[in-house]
């Protein structure tokens, strides 16, 4: 349960570090790259040098995948990135949230984790968190349409919420076959150096300026963003990779607390549609843990 907690806190610490970014106006690309290394930094001081040089294998499948997983970290940002300019913020957040179904789905009848455990009142609560995700995602939005409908402008959310979970998906897979115990703390530095080097070779390529409040924003993000996906790993290992259960309890913790945290810091009151969502969200806990 602590590692639970830890890693909602992570990334609630995440949000909240993006949502500064308007505030500050600091440029999300070069600050997003800028964190992948802090990303990397910050894991190897936590991890200790000496324990990455006795562990790391760059000929083991856990270092392919991790590497693999850094190309979809920021593909996927790439993604969410152009579906908030495209079709705003409420579209990509309720995208991204819902695509929890993706590895719920997986770890239920690919990896088959704990499903003998689960009883009716675990599956309603699957069930209901899902509807809480999305209304307490569930933004006001203008009905008027000022963009074409094109194939793209639809096809965006959707690719959104396939990458979505696709990557907690794959990190589920990683940690039931490939991550051991020894390597959870080196995983994800070389998913966030991969990242790292596909980001900072796109700022070179494309000639992107970087100014110091970007890297200062990418120096605030990587230390919990780090953290964020080190405790999912560790939350995971400790709910025996089910990530049937884990997955809508992360996100209401996340949805949750980031809502309290959005209102006391930014004064983003939720609506009478988001409290519902709150509602059963709780319930959906309740349900779940039952």
């Not at 790259?33 to 040098?49: A, E, K």
């Not at 959310?157 to 696709?166: D, E, H, K, Q």
């Amino acid at each position: 349960m602590l590692y639970l907690l830890l890693a909602i806190l992570g990334n609630v610490a995440v949000f909240l570090s993006f949502r500064s970014f308007t505030r500050f106006k600091i440029s999300t690309f070069p600050a997003i790259v800028t964190n992948y290394l802090v990303c990397v930094i910050t894991g190897s001081i936590y991890v200790g040098f000496g324990h990455i040089k006795s562990n790391i294998a760059f000929d083991q499948p856990w270092f392919y995948s991790a590497s693999a997983l850094g190309l979809l970290f920021i593909g996927t940002f790439y993604l969410m990135a152009l579906t908030t300019q495209l079709r705003g913020v409420a579209v990509a957040t309720v995208a991204t949230k819902m695509s929890l179904a993706i590895p719920v789905l997986f770890s239920l009848f690919i990896l088959k984790i704990g499903t003998s455990e689960l009883g009716l009142w675990n599956y309603t609560g699957i069930i209901t968190a899902f509807v809480a995700i999305f209304l307490v995602s569930k933004k006001k939005v203008s009905l008027e349409i000022k963009e074409p409908i094109t194939l793209g402008y639809v096809a965006l959310p959707f690719a959104v919420f396939l990458l979505g979970g696709a990557l907690d998906t794959w990190l589920n897979y990683a940690s039931e076959n490939l991550i051991e115990a020894h390597i959870e703390g080196i995983y994800p530095i070389i998913t966030f150096g991969t990242a790292f080097i596909i980001g900072s070779t796109v700022i070179l390529v494309r000639k992107i300026k970087v100014r110091k409040k970007d890297i200062l924003g990418g120096l605030y993000l990587g230390i919990p963003n780090y953290f964020s996906i080190y405790f999912q790993i560790k939350a995971l290992s400790a709910f025996d990779n089910n990530g049937a259960v884990l997955y809508p309890v992360l996100n209401i913790g996340i949805i949750i607390t980031s809502t309290i945290f959005a209102a006391f810091i930014f004064r983003e009151y939720p609506s009478k549609l988001n409290i519902i969502g709150i509602v059963l969200a709780i319930a959906a806990l309740i349900l779940i843990s039952m």
